[in-house]
């Protein structure tokens, strides 16, 4: 399928792409991945360091003429979202991802593709690899645990890297160069569940919410698209007005940091109301083809009766709580920048409902740029907890990175661009976590960062896919760049 691009100049960076993509390295799941990186330095002569978190580090010494210019940290991670269509037969700890050439596109067969961000890795092979392209001393850092978190950019430790200038390749607007990101948490609200046997005349069925497109939940949370753990919560709540029915448990999204597209709700009522619930699914269908119009157009709730009854419910309390929750937990564009036009400064994601033996647990991702922002919606969301005697816990928070208007990489990134396309690139911020904000913190700011990459479309969805004009530019922008640092 790849021999379409061999007269690409990113051809070699496409077949390393392809190599690391016959590998599973999902988040938590990398240490294939990891050991594969520390075989391809030794086969290359070139120094390695392999972390606890299994973060690599390959070194290698400036070409002819570049023995005295500054150490450039070139950075990426190496695992990627693991998101497949409902009806894609694909097991991610094990499969390779299948790639389809299409025109101008490689995207994945039903998955995600790894693009995000295995296509930085594959660029920074080619260049260790390579006899003949110049470029300063290098150091490759590719992280783990990106997409859960930024664990394995936490577990850096600075003493092993002597670079002082980062250029991060995990962005995906080809013409942007980023400059600045926002910081995150994750939230988990825990609802203990007090369980209750379920009335054997009640009939049981699956509310099923689909056809949402989902996305990235800091890049795409602007675009208003549907989220099915909210949907599913408003519907809900909107039934319980006009007929009675229990709770056996409530499930929608797949990824925190993923818009989530799917919701399953497990619910029981009497024979009786079984036309309400089909009248109240048709009405719901209809509102949200209107507020969902141009958005999310194949959005749709359905009933599916189980054949199977179901023994237990959630206590009423406990359904009354849960649905409250899921009511007013905060969701979406918070807070929009007044600095930079178009970026959103602060939102939340409720990516994740999963009810389990002991509790509902609701799984968000909080965003910003601005810190006190941030903690307000913490604040918010505590609150929530609080009233209706949940627990509520935080993890992989990581800070923001600001803004610094004397970069000098900047500075070269831009010249470069536009020697090579005649216009210079856009500078921009954005709404989503990068590993620059670990770092610009573990060093203290004495790094001077930025971060490009070519167009990769809805990441983080079975949808994703990769220009592949666009990653050939970005390749030959690479190359120009490391030539013009000395």
Request: glycine share 8%; hydrophobic share 40%.
């Amino acid at each position: 399928m790849l021999e379409k691009l061999k007269d690409l100049n990113s051809f070699k960076a496409f077949k390393y792409f392809k190599e690391m993509n016959e590998i599973p390295r999902g988040s938590g799941n990398e240490k294939a991945i990891s050991d594969w990186l520390v075989k391809f330095a030794k086969e290359h002569n070139l120094k390695v360091i392999q972390d606890k978190a299994l973060n690599i580090i390959i070194s290698k010494p400036g070409t002819s003429g570049y023995e005295n210019a500054p150490n450039i940290i070139i950075q990426g991670h190496m695992d990627m979202v693991c998101e497949k269509n409902i009806d894609a037969k694909h097991d991610f700890l094990k499969d390779p991802i299948e790639f389809i050439v299409e025109g101008d596109n490689l995207r994945a067969n039903g998955t995600t593709l790894g693009a995000d961000d295995g296509i930085a890795v594959a660029f920074s092979l080619v260049v260790l690899a390579s006899d003949d392209i110049a470029h300063p001393p290098i150091e490759l850092l590719v992280t783990t645990g990106e997409e859960i978190g930024m664990i394995g950019a936490q577990a850096v430790d600075p003493k092993n890297l002597n670079g002082k200038i980062l250029i991060n390749i995990d962005s995906e607007e080809e013409g942007k160069l980023l400059v600045s990101c926002a910081g995150g948490v994750r939230e988990k609200i825990k609802l203990k569940i007090d369980w209750e046997k379920a009335d054997k005349s009640f009939i049981s069925v699956t509310i099923r919410l689909r056809g949402l497109k989902g996305g990235h939940s800091g890049m795409e949370i602007n675009k208003e698209r549907g989220n099915a753990n909210k949907i599913m919560g408003r519907f809900l709540m909107d039934l319980k007005s006009v007929i009675d029915f229990k709770i056996n448990s409530i499930s929608g999204g797949a990824k925190n940091n993923a818009i989530p597209r799917d919701a399953d709700a497990i619910i029981l009522f009497r024979e009786d109301d079984k036309k309400r619930v089909i009248e109240k699914l048709s009405q719901w269908n209809s509102t949200l083809k209107n507020e969902l119009n141009g958005i999310d157009p194949d959005v749709n709730l359905a009933i599916e009766i189980m054949s199977t009854k179901v023994n237990k419910i959630f206590s009423e309390g406990t359904a009354t709580k849960a649905l409250q929750i899921l009511f007013l937990i905060p969701n979406g564009v918070k807070s929009m920048s007044m600095a930079i036009a178009g970026l959103v400064q602060s939102s939340t994601n409720i990516g994740i409902i999963e009810t389990n033996d002991e509790n509902i647990v609701f799984d968000s991702a909080i965003r910003s740029s601005v810190k006190s922002l941030k903690k307000a919606i913490r604040d918010e969301t505590i609150v929530i907890a609080e009233m209706v005697g949940a627990t509520i816990e935080f993890e992989a928070d990581y800070p923001e990175w600001e803004y610094n208007k004397d970069s000098k990489i900047m500075v070269v990134l831009q010249d470069v661009y536009k020697n090579l396309y005649g216009k210079r690139p856009e500078i921009s911020a954005i709404h989503a976590g990068l590993e620059c904000g670990l770092f610009s913190e573990k060093f203290e700011g004495n790094i001077d960062q930025i971060s490009f990459g070519p167009n990769i479309y809805d990441v983080h969805t079975p949808g994703e896919h990769l220009s592949i004009s666009s990653t050939d530019r970005t390749w030959n922008y690479l190359v120009e760049i490391l030539k013009e640092i000395k």
